[in-house]
């Protein structure tokens, strides 16, 4: 299955300030998918993001908060803008192997915002 | 809201005992999906079923998919220490959803 590699692995931000998180994975993939998980909550969707076309985002989440590029099929970025400390949260990428049945995720990318 | 539920959100079991959690989803799904999330760590695929009464296992763990598609199971028999993580059920139906959740300890 495809590896994901994510980064940073952890940041600590100051409020008003921007993060972009990067996700390179070892091989082409058509989507990728970018995912935001509170400590000991589940997963929620915020957006997913194609090669070449505008990524499309989940009820409550928008591209000028959290805007996202895809340049090619094996790299992606999520930018969170203007933080606040209700943003503090882990932030997964994911992706789907062509073929194969499941999700393979990143790292992540434990965020404080202070 | 959440269309997928997991119960228990919680359970602590001895060593060596056994472990259910249960995924119930409001509408029928196309599949669904199991992963498991060690403490500290991100969400790794274990499997998916897809027909309906389907059941598979590996190793110690048992999954079904329910008749109706609309819930599943996950039965891990005489737990180890190294069962312990948040279990979450994924399902397709108008969009993929992670289930609630059901974090395991294991007591040694």
């Known amino acids: 299955s495809a590896v994901i590699s994510q980064k940073p692995s952890r940041d600590i931000c100051q409020r008003g300030t921007s993060l972009t998180i990067q996700c390179q994975v070892d091989s082409q993939v058509t989507m990728m998918f970018w995912y935001r998980q509170q400590p000991g909550q589940s997963l929620t969707l915020i957006a997913t993001?194609?090669?070449?076309?505008?990524?499309?985002?989940e009820s409550g989440f928008v591209i000028d908060k959290f805007p996202i590029s895809r340049p090619n099929l094996t790299f992606s970025t999520l930018t969170v803008s203007n933080m606040s400390p209700e943003d503090s949260s882990i932030y997964l990428c994911?992706?789907?192997?062509?073929?194969?049945?499941?999700?393979?995720f990143g790292s992540g990318t434990r965020l404080t915002v202070v | 809201g959440q269309q997928v539920m997991q119960i228990p959100q919680y359970q602590h079991v001895q060593e060596g005992e056994d472990f259910t959690t249960y995924c119930n989803s409001s509408?029928?799904?196309?599949?669904i999906q199991w992963y498991k999330q060690r403490p500290g760590g991100h969400p790794v695929f274990l499997i998916q079923?897809?027909?309906?009464?389907e059941v598979k296992k590996q190793k110690r763990l048992t999954f079904q998919f329910g008749e109706a598609k609309k819930n599943s199971s996950l039965h891990i028999t005489a737990t180890q220490t190294t069962d312990v993580g948040t279990y979450f059920c994924a399902g397709r139906a108008n969009q993929f959803y992670f289930g609630t959740g059901t974090s395991l300890t294991v007591i040694p």
């Open positions: 079923l897809v027909k309906s009464g």
């Open positions: 993001a194609n090669q070449g076309s505008e990524a499309t985002y």
């Open positions: 509408t029928t799904l196309s599949n």
């Open positions: 994911s992706a789907r192997d062509p073929g194969a049945p499941g999700y393979t």
